[in-house]
C-alpha cells in the first residue's frame, strides 16, 4: 500500500512509549492519531488524543500500530489488530512465552500485515557498523562473543524479568551481528531484589561453527554498562552501544621490550582504531523502516519469526536455569 500519510496509533504511555509518541508525531508521511493507555492521568502527547480502550483506537481507521504495553498484553492486542488488518511494531520482547510469539506470528502471516519487533539494538550506529565489517571479513574467523548489560532496575518492568526483558537484547543482536544461530545454551539466574523474577543472569551459549557466546545481565547494578566484544582470528571488536563507538583491537604486531611494560600490557601490541560512525537516534531509524515497510517499499525490519526465535532462546535460558542442565535449541523453522 502507498498513500500520502500513514495514520499510526500508539499503545501504552509509559517511558518507552513516550519516546515512540515523540518520535510518531515528527516522523514524515506518518500522522499520530490517538493513544490508547487506560490510566486517566495520561497528558496527551503532541496534542495526541488519548483514549482508554482498543476499541476507541481502532475507530481512528490505523494503517499501522505501535504495541508499547507490558509484555503480557502483546499476544492480545496483537491478534486484535491482526483481525481488525492493523499493521503492527511491537516492542521487545514478542511476547512473554513461546507459545504466544508463534500466535502473534501466523496470525500477521494469515493477514499478509507487515509485523515487526522492536529490537532497537540492530539500528544502533556502532553494531551496524560492527555487523558490516564482520561481513567485509575484516575480523577473520570469529571465535568469542562476550556482552555485559546492566544497570538499575527499571521501575516500569513488573511481568518478566532480566531474561526476557534485557537479555533478549543480547540474544537477538549477537545473532543479528554475527550471522549464527544459537546451538545450545547454560545459564545461571538468581533473584535478590525481592522481587517474582530473577534479576540477573550468567549464560553461555555455542552458536553455528563453534562460535562461544557469554552473556551477563542483570538490573543490579548502579553502573549502566551496555557493551558488545567479539574477538577472532585478527583481534577483537568493542561496541559500547550507550555512546554508538566502535572500536577495533588488532592482534600484537609490536614486541614490547620493556620487561615492567609487558607485565600489564602484554608482550606484544597491535593498532588501535576507534572508528568515525554517523550517529542517527536508532529509535528513528526503527520507525523509519517499519514505516516504509508498511508503505509497501523494501526495507529492513525485525521480522516476527525472527523475534519468535530470541523468544525461543530466551526460554531455554530460563529453562537451563531452573533445571540445571544446557539446553539443546532446536534449528529455527521456516
Known sequence: MSRAVLRAGLIGLGAMG?????????????ELVGVLDPAPASAAPHGVPVVPDLDR??????????IACPTG?????????AEEGVHALIEKPLAPSVEAAQNLAAAFERRG????????ERYNPALQSLRARLENGELGDMYQVVTRRQGP????IADVGVVMDLATHDIDLTAWVTGREYVHVAAYTVSRSGRPHEDMVSAVAGLDGGLMANHLVNWLSPLKERSTVI???????????????????ANGAVGTEWEA??????????DMIRYAIPKREPLLVEHERFRDAVDGKDSDVVTLRQGMRTVEVAAAVLRSARNGVTVAIPARSA
Not at 58 to 66: G, P, R, T
Open 261 to 270: 611494560l609487558r607485565a600489564f600490557r602484554g608482550v606484544a601490541e597491535g
Open 113 to 120: 500485515l507487515i509485523g515487526a519487533v522492536g529490537h532497537i
Open 153 to 156: 532496575f527499571p521501575g516500569r
Open 57 to 66: 483506537l481502532l475507530e481512528l481507521k490505523l494503517d499501522y500500530a505501535v
Open 231 to 249: 574477538t577472532g582470528a585478527k583481534g577483537c571488536f568493542i561496541a559500547d552501544t550507550l555512546t554508538a563507538d566502535l572500536t577495533f583491537y
Open 18 to 30: 513516550r519516546n515512540h509518541a515523540r518520535v510518531l508525531s515528527a516522523l514524515d508521511g506518518v
Open 73 to 81: 498484553l502483546h499476544e492480545e492486542i496483537g491478534l486484535r489488530l
